[in-house]
């Protein structure tokens, strides 16, 4: 017959018991040897070159047919006079950029990128919705510059008095 194998539930073997037994972790003139030997043995391709690929970075420019969307709505909003006072609507702005500059206003991507620049727009104070976030859109009053905009020309002369 053949030998008996160990049972997994059978003790351990004394010497492993008593600690005798070597750490599984292999000094490094050990490891040298053995990687040096399984390198000579391994079959490799040392003719094999690699090809370096230069990715093109788009420009803006060439990717969008279009001018900056703040822009558009800016000539929208300029283009209807008669709404000038109270505001345009945002379907107005999307009519406008269908009709000029030939966009798909019915996509994700292009709404998403008129509603971003409207609010961006309103946050530097570039567009006005006089009747809250979702109602019409007029541009921004010109701001007269007040004094604490503009800065002293000389500030020597405050120290000449």
Known sequence: MSSPLPSPFASPAPEVAAGTKKSPVRSKSSRGAKSAATKKSSPRKSTTTKKTTTKKVASKSAAVDHPSWKDIIKEAITQHREDARSGISRSAI????????????????????????????????????????????????KRPRTPADAKEVYPYCALSH
């Open 94 to 141: 999307k009519k406008y950029a269908e009709e000029k500059y030939k966009l798909d206003m019915s996509s994700a991507s292009n709404l998403h990128q008129l509603n971003l620049a409207l609010t961006r727009g309103a946050e530097k104070e570039t567009f006005v919705f006089p009747k809250g976030p979702s109602g019409k859109v007029k541009l921004a009053p």
